[in-house]
T-cell receptor, first 116, second 116 residues
Framework: DTGVSQDPRHKITKRGQNVTFRCDPISEHNRLYWYRQTLGQGPEFLTYFQNEAQLEKSRLLSDRFSAERPKGSFSTLEIQRTEQGDSAMYLC??????????????FGAGSRLTVL | AQKITQTQPGMFVQEKEAVTLDCTYDTSDPSYGLFWYKQPSSGEMIFLIYQGSYDQQNATEGRYSLNFQKARKSANLVISASQLGDSAMYFCAMREGTSGTYKYIFGTGTRLKVLA
């Protein structure tokens, strides 16, 4: 168990470019979450997957954002035509969903995006 | 509506003293879970403690305990014998269990500084 891995850790891009982040969850976890965190704020929910199915997407997420989790393993989060307001830390987390109980989220170290 | 409220943007505590970080929540779901996470300056979110809505006793994990007052909808984190390494951001989070959404909602956090 190597934890949740995110790549790249840092990304600097120019406004209008596309960026993609990758998340490798803990292998036995069936749930995968994406959050966005800006400076001084708590993580803000973006979307989550149960295996390969995307079950919920935040209404705050514009159609420039898309996430996939092919085969229920790793996930990618793509941001098209980046804007300066997209600058944030993008956090990935995974969990083993077993209904009621402490389905603890395990977070990765995050991918920090800076849009110039 | 804000579901998780942390009213203390920043707190100071003397080393070896105890400190309480406040969290109130709002839900009509009878089944829910409450979590506390620590985020050091390195950025990675670290799970500290969990309290289920049906748990009869307050959760404890080493120096961390959760003061759960269900009627008041509060879930305060108590850190005993503070250490310099406890300096970090602390986030309270909630997951509702039966509403069909399984996203975790986070508060805005409290920055704790432990003084030597």
């Amino acid at each position: 168990d190597t934890g949740v891995s995110q790549d790249p850790r840092h990304k600097i891009t120019k406004r209008g470019q596309n960026v993609t982040f990758r998340c490798d969850p803990i292998s036995e976890h069936n749930r995968l979450y994406w959050y966005r965190q800006t400076l001084g704020q708590g993580p803000e929910f973006l979307t989550y997957f149960q295996n390969e199915a995307q079950l919920e997407k935040s209404r705050l997420l514009s159609d420039r954002f898309s996430a996939e989790r092919p085969k229920g393993s790793f996930s990618t989060l793509e941001i098209q035509r980046t804007e300066q307001g997209d600058s944030a830390m993008y956090l990935c987390a995974s969990s083993w969903e077993r209904g009621l109980g402490a389905n603890v989220l395990t977070f990765g170290a995050g991918s920090r995006l800076t849009v110039l | 509506a804000q579901k998780i409220t942390q009213t203390q943007p920043g707190m100071f505590v003397q080393e070896k003293e105890a400190v309480t970080l406040d969290c109130t929540y709002d839900t009509s779901d009878p089944s829910y879970g409450l979590f506390w996470y620590k985020q050091p300056s390195s950025g990675e979110m670290i799970f500290l403690i969990y309290q289920g809505s049906y748990d009869q006793q307050n959760a404890t994990e080493g120096r961390y305990s959760l003061n759960f007052q269900k009627a008041r909808k509060s879930a305060n984190l108590v850190i005993s014998a503070s250490q310099l390494g406890d300096s970090a951001m602390y986030f309270c989070a909630m997951r509702e269990g039966t509403s069909g959404t399984y996203k975790y909602i986070f508060g805005t956090g409290t920055r704790l500084k432990v003084l030597a």
